[in-house]
């Protein structure tokens, strides 16, 4: 795309700046074409003007998007330059605290100067097995690459480590190597790693130095291959080195030190073994104090030389090989102090008994004389004749630092070579990984020869790393098939031809120092003429002659020619080497006796080794006559020959590069020096790695990646089903270049900067969509504050025009008011004036009125007396002539009534003459009659009622009699009584006489007593009120001292409480820590254990080879030779006969409802079993009563009463049979809950009316039976007695006749009576049990009836449900019925199989006792007998034995017992076919029968081999989770058991009474009980490893990199170093399979019957496992620490909580175990800007360390460009926060960590006798006792 889409306004650019290198810059306008400036505005706010390049016009690098920086990966960076890297790198560095980061290949790692916690055996655990892209870069991710290369591609491997003096590369490789040490492990005891990493403190020692610069600079190069076995362990080493700076040994620089052995021996010189090499302070010797720095901050050099006389020790150099080693470097310590006197400018001497020649001759065992002689003077050999020279002083100490120099490096050569012997493999070879060690390039103000073979060295290593990185890219193009061009790189070949070519360098400088008068300039001036103005790569300095400058490929440098020719000579002495090698010191000439094969004195390459790809390292044999050749090679010659061997080395090996940057010079943690890092950046090649890539396409996204993350630029209609088809689609629409990128076959190539223009892009769409929203939601709001103004507008209106019209009314009310007064007062005015007119008017009418009323009353009062007089005269005449009417009315009526009343009786007469009148007063009379009866009526009730009334009176008469005469007599008897009293009376009267006399008396002395009385009283109310007072005083003091005794009582209390929690948490922690402390040596024992049988399994095969054609013996007779040897396998002949014994018919799976069945049926057997012994025991004893008393009773009436009692017998068993029946069908009746099985015409009703029906008629045949056997024994009565019961004569008299003595008649009878009573007494019980059958079957069919109105009742329910429900609820109901019959049909098969083999053993035992009574009893018949009277058959009845719950077993059958029930048990067909814990049971009960037997030795020998047995199991098959978990339990179980019958009262509270009958009776095991327990404890750590070893796969891509909620979390740009992609493929684990896998886990312990407590605690250390390893890794990824990572966390971590509450495990302790990683995901998610925000955090995050808060916030990365970072100040606030917390400083969680197992004792219900052993065991060798 054009300059101009991208240089647009707030476009961030990089501009050059002195101080920081690079400083970021703000576009203030868009740049247009043509532009020559740039407005621009830096960050802290200044304004500035760019000028561009008016040549190039190149304009500034663009700066990448914030959401890119801090990326793992340099080449993820859309803008590939060196701003960007820089930057990026930086802000990892000070930022987030990482100092490794990816750039490609290459790994970049920055010195931190300060020790951090990322070393650790945890996060090597952490990084072990997983792929590099996947974790955060570091050293373990590279090395764990190496090593899985090597594993996977069968290619040795190279890790290339390089950087300046004091990057950190020594450590570097020291952590690789502790990688491979720790992952691989050792392939033998031997502990090779332990030696390969024991070899760093010694080569640290001898080769490690103060500069400067580091405090521990390597100043060799070394290159250390670690060999690996088939299996990739660890079987050996080798070590080459290079360019050891030997000048350092006799020179130092300020500030510097010489190698560290020197100063660590001088540190020990008090030490008493070292008093001999009469050593000294550092300062005291000229070799350690020309630096003036003795002492290292921070570095004890005494116990510095521990830990290197340690590792001498481990890698097999003896002490005496270390004192030689001591002797040496401190005899050159002491040469170093030899001096010299000048006799003239030509000679010199050494000063007579020169002490430090002296010490130095005599640590070194050679002549003074000589070595004085000899570095004084030199000889000189012509072609005649030979001369010796004296030398000059300043000759003499140049050729003494020479032999100094020279016998230190052939010392580090014979040191180097014992330790490649040391960690030489006895094994082959099979591949190797090799760790390079070398110097980077160096460039100082004045460069020797050191720093040109260095930078010599680096240039191979550049040239070889450029073609590795274009290869990769080329490579990676290919494979995606997409076209390419050749990428431009820099090659450095010219200047690697100018060094070592022809005529080059290198080949100058051997050839100078071949003339005899060679020197610096000449070689100069050769240098100048060969090369100046014709190679371009080659300069001369304008003011030096003695000089010259070559452009490396990192920097120009100028290299100084002085000392050239010295160096490259290293010319010694060969006359002071022949007074060494004469030394009698036996040491000192074995490090010159090979010195002809030696490449080069400087080189620590023994010998010449060809390194081959696959094949170790091999010395290779020099041909005589090149030895002379040989050693006149000059340094530089050997240099270049073992740098072209390490060249081929490194090109047959895959590369993995490590470049160390210096970050200051000053050595400050955590400080970035941005010119310094450029610097090393421009030299270590990682810009040249950076522009490779940005030359091709170094942004690579998958077509799933790419969707995800452009989703957003793309329409709907643009999505097709084609992921690949739709990012082409949509890349042509969005970049029109087709050159600006490639599509591949899985992954889409982007050139530099289009993934920053498609994020321009995405960003502006999605800036555009957050306007949108804004601009809706700024609508919404803005429309939303608008109705709420209009809102309160109205209601202010409302209110104004309300106060408005309240305002109006009030003057309304007031304007009416006011005329309403006036009016009153108006009307009051107008009324007062009428009043006093109308008073005035109605007074005057008053008046008036007053005088007319009174004359009208005058007038009125005459007229009324006038009427009165009137009226009274009227009233008299009327009444007058009213009396006189009256009297002639009368007189007329009277005349009237006596004219009709005459006529009247004249027709009176006439009818009574007539009959009418007859007629007339008959009916008269009949109503007279009928009234008189009514009459009669009445006064009979009245009479009947006077009747009862009177009854009534004479009964209360009568009574009332009696009562009189009662109290008649009571008068008469109370008359005498009375006579009596008054008789009694008097002689009271005189007894009353005397008493009161007494009285008197009495009175007399109680006035005297009460006197006495009321005066001690008085005394006593004294004393008393004293006492009171003194109780009173005593109550208080005593109140006081208990108030005291209590507050002290309670402090004591209180601080005892204290104090006692304090203690119990104190020992509670000190148990769990003793008990893992106990538990992991048991696991170390168990691994030792194991490692002695595979030891002792390996001599074995190598002691005894079978020979061919052995054939295998059987595994019982192996099994008794050892213990520890045993043959699981079988042959073909031993395995016939058990195929054979196996059932034909499998079982169906067992569940727990069968098992109570088959529990109850066989408790109810054992039952019958028991009573049937009992019956049987007391019959036989009846009968060997019967038989000794009774021998000459007639035989055959005893044969027949057995018979009929046996009879009986066999009836009392039938009818138990179909009494279980029925109670067994009642059982199955009842556990069936569905309504179609008991309703009527269902298949179970049917079945249970059928039974019924042949119950009640086998019942009938029984009684029927019964009543038979009754009137047989009556008839047998009635002959044996025939007193009583005989009828016929003549056979009373024969049997009378048998009977000669009366006392056997006598005893017969009594016999025969106490049978009759015994039958009797029998068939009244038998009868008795009938009753109560019949009862209890009437009250089943009564109880089944209500079932049966139940279940209508529910199907009636049913049929009102809606057709699917019913359709589910009938489907329900079938499976039950099903499911029930199956059980029951499955039920009556082992019945069946039972009943079989259980009728078979008692016929067997029947037929014999039989046998038996009838020989007995057919001794005493006669044959007369026996054909008078036929023999009845006899039944038999089957009688059960009563098991004591022992198992019985022969000695020799021991292995065969433990091979059968532990050795190949396969755990799937027991857990599901029998009942948990049977093996553990089965063994128990062996033990018990040999604690019966009292035989100690079977004892031990079974606990013994069974313990060896489950040992060889869990070996054999310890990676099977079944397996181990079902051993666990099994051993949990037995344990148990032995506990629960050991007899010890502590464990008996839960057993029966037959349990405890049950318990061990001759020993206490307490002793195998603790052995038990240590075996269930290396079980159950075991199991942890099994299942940590199945979860691990699944954790991080399930709990991590799966996104459970779709869409939540974006897709950021990847680098070269790819993380596993987070969308789900067909391979990768789910949340869903952690779950599915814990279901698993968690169904086969409770189908193995393990102890739930037990389960709890393998879900907790599960739960712990899982938090662990997703907290770890969340730790260790930067990519995963983001918001919506914290979101799926959480979300994941909810599901395992659900899972935990649907298996009711959410007491077990295991949701605590996931806190930290909870409160990781809520630090993810929770706002991190304020100090309100920090003081939450901290609050919160409890279960987290301080260290690991710091870390994740650091991590912090968003992945959206609206998500904000962390600030620096933000984390240094949390860190002040928590300063006081005192936790762990352990980054990590030990996801090794296993909780201390318990095991709490749990009881068995089970009883033992009850306990069947199935024949699929095969255990028929054993029987049940």
Known sequence: MAASELYTKYARVWIPDPEEVWKSAELLKDYKPGDKVLQLRLEEGKDLEYCLDPKTKELPPLR????????NDLTALSYLHEPAVLHNLKVRFIDSKLIYTYCGIVLVAINPYEQLPIYGEDIINAYSGQNMGDMDPHIFAVAEEAYKQMARDERNQSIIVSGESGAGKTVSAKYAMRYFATVSGSASEANVEEKVLASNPIMESIGNAKTTRNDNSSRFGKYIEIGFDKRYRIIGANMRTYLLEKSRVVFQAEEERNYHIFYQLCASAALPEFKTLRLGNANYFHYTKQGGSPVIDGVDDAKEMMNTRQACTLLGISDSYQMGIFRILAGILHLGNVEFASRDSDSCTVPPKHEPLAIFCDLMGVEYEEMAHWLCHRKLATATETYIKPISKLHAIN?????????????????VDHVNKALHATVKQHSFIGVLDIYGFETFEINSFEQFCINYANEKLQQQFNMHVFKLEQEEYMKEQIPWTLIDFYDNQPCINLIEAKMGVLDLLDEECKMPKGSDDSWAQKLYNTHLNKCALFEKPRMSNKAFIIKHFADKVEYQCEGFLEKNKDTVYEEQIKVLKSSKFKLLPELFQDEEKVLSPTSATPSGRVPLSRTPIKPAKARPGQASKEHK????????NSLHLLMETLNATTPHYVRCIKPNDFKFPFTFDEKRAVQQLRACGVLETIRISAAGFPSRWTYQEFFSRYRVLMKQRDVLGDRKQTCKNVLEKLIQDKDKYQFGKTKIFFRAGQVAYLEKIRADK??????????TIRGWLMRKKYMRMRKAAITIQRHVRGYQARCYAKFLRRTRAAITIQKFQRMYVVRKRYRCMRDATIALQALLRGYMVRNKYQMMLREHKSVVIQKHVRGWLARRRYRRTLRAVVYLQCCYRRMMAKRELKKLKIEARSVERYKKLHIGLENKIMQLQRKIDEQNKEYKSLLEKMNSLEITYSTETEKLRSDVERLRMSEEEAKNATNRVISLQE???????????????????????????HETEQLVSELKEQNSLLKTEKEELNRRIHDQAKEITESMEKKLVEETKQLELDLNDERLRYQNLLNEFSRLEERYDDLKDEMNLMVSIPKPGHKRTDSTH???????????????????????????????TLDMSLFLKLQKRVSELEQEKQSLQDELDRKEEQALRAKAKEEERPPMRGAELEYESLKRQELESENKKLKNELNELQKALTETRAPEVTAPGAPAYRVLLDQLTSVSEELEVRKEEVLILRSQLVSQKEAIQPKHTMTDATILLEDVQKMKDKGEIAQAYIGLKETNRLLESQLQSQKKSHENELESLRGEIQSLKEENNRQQQLLAQNLQLPPEARIEASLQHEITRLTNENLDLMEQLEK????????????????????????????????????????????????????QGMLEYKKEDEQKLVKNLILELKPRGVAVNLIPGLPAYILFMCVRHADYLNDDQKVRSLLTSTINGIKKVLKKRGDDFETVSFWLSNTCRF?????????????MKHNTPRQNEHCLTNFDLAEYRQVLSDLAIQIYQQLVRVLENILQPMIVSGMLEHETIQGVSGVKPTGLRKRTSSIADEGTYTLDSIIRQLNSFHSVMCQHGMDPELIKQVVKQMFYIIGAVTLNNLLLRKDMCSWSKGMQIRYNVSQLEEWLRDKNLMNSGAKETLEPLIQAAQLLQVKKKTDEDAEAICSMCNALTTAQIVKVLNLYTPVNEFEERVLVSFIRTIQVRLRDRKDSPQLLMDAKHIFPVTFPFNPSSLALETIQIPASLGLGFISRV
């Open 991 to 1017: 007894e009353i006489a005397k008493l009161r006399k007494e009285l008197h008396q009495t009175q007399s002395e109680k006035k005297s007593i009460e006197e006495w009385a009321d005066k001690y009283k």
């Open 766 to 775: 999605l800036r555009a969509a957050c306007i949108r929203i804004q601009k």
């Open 1535 to 1547: 344990l148990h058991c032995l506990k629960q019958y050991s007899g010890e009262e502590g464990f």
């Open 399 to 415: 050729a003494r630092d020479a032999l100094a120099k020279h016998i230190y490096a052939n010392l580090f050569n014979w040191i």
């Open 1118 to 1148: 192996s099994s008794n030779e050892s213990e520890y040897t045993f043959s699981s396998e079988i042959t073909e002949a031993e395995d016939l006969p058990l195929r054979m014994e196996e059932p034909s018919e499998k079982k169906a």
């Open 1392 to 1443: 069946q199989d039972k009943t079989v083999r259980k009728l078979k053993k008692q016929l067997k035992v029947f037929a014999k006792k039989i046998g038996e009574l009838e020989v007995g009893q057919m001794e005493n018949i006669s044959p007369g007998q026996i054909i008078d009277e036929p023999i009845r058959p006899v039944n038999i009845p089957r009688k059960e034995k009563d098991f």
């Open 633 to 640: 090679k000059t340094v530089g010659h050997q240099f270049r």
């Open 64 to 71: 990448n998007p914030d959401i890119l920086v801090g990326e």
